[in-house]
């Protein structure tokens, strides 16, 4: 019998994975999606299948001008209050990275001609702290195709959210001044910069990557934009507690 065609059978086979708290060891060539659009559209599967809602984006880039952009949904369901406890069951082998986050201040609804900068950046209403908990749904990841982490939400396992306050354009996005500690242990490396520089570049991709997809951006969408701290691997239950200056603190449980 032949597979079923893809994103669907892979899409289930990572919502199984999800559910159960399990990594998907055995990857078949016909998992990975054969480009970028694939990978997205196995994104909005796994949606679908989760029976959720978009919560939000994370998006991200290596660069700090002019790299590629990857973005991943952000499962409604798998957003949390600062706060919160989270069961490690639910993340298998969860990392930890502190990020700023934004909501825009208006919708954008899909349209033929592009969002400039300008209309997207003047858009900005809210920022805040987040702390995302990564676990990818495949044992051997990191070594894994890039278009099927792609399509896994970017190893995307739960949004923490700390309180939003409204958007400082003076901010120090390059490089602000920050803490974040696991079970009492600093675990900043550095100085703490995000990889793609100033965050706010990459929110006008964003913006033009949903709304091409037949999609809206709306204000209550929290757009989460890179670690600052690098990816820390947890060792066991915990407490996080993040503070970037300026901006509310941020804490989570893991247990």
């Not at 920022?127 to 995307?156: C, Q, Y």
Request: proline share 9%.
């Amino acid at each position: 019998m032949n597979q079923p065609s893809h994103p669907a059978n892979i899409a289930q086979l990572i919502v199984d994975a999800m559910h159960d708290g399990q990594k998907l060891t055995e990857i078949r060539p016909e998992h990975v999606p054969a480009d970028a659009a694939a990978a997205y559209a196995l994104q909005r599967e796994i949606l679908r299948l989760r029976d959720t809602t978009v919560g939000g984006w994370k998006v991200g880039s290596k660069s700090t001008s002019g790299g590629p952009i990857n973005g991943a949904l952000l499962p409604e369901d798998g957003l949390f209050a600062s706060g919160s406890q989270v069961e490690c069951v639910d993340y298998p082998s969860p990392i930890l990275e502190l990020e700023i986050a934004f909501r825009l201040n208006r919708e954008f609804t899909p349209r033929e001609q592009p969002y400039s900068d300008e209309e997207v950046l003047s858009s900005i209403g809210s920022m805040g702290t987040t702390i995302e908990v990564v676990s990818s749904r495949f044992a051997a990841w990191p070594k894994i195709e890039p278009l099927l982490a792609l399509g896994d939400l970017l190893n995307h396992g739960a949004l923490i959210i700390g309180d939003f306050v409204p958007y400082d354009a003076s901010f120090p996005f390059v490089e602000p001044a920050l803490t974040f500690t696991y079970a009492g242990e600093d675990i900043v490396p550095g100085d703490g910069a995000n990889p793609a520089g100033d965050p706010r570049r990459l929110l006008p991709w964003l913006v033009n990557h949903h709304t091409r997809n037949g999609l809206s951006v709306t204000p209550d969408l929290v757009i989460t934009t890179g670690s600052y701290t690098g990816m820390y691997q947890t060792k066991g239950p915990g407490l996080a507690v993040g503070e970037i200056r300026g901006l509310p603190p941020i804490s989570v449980e893991l247990i």
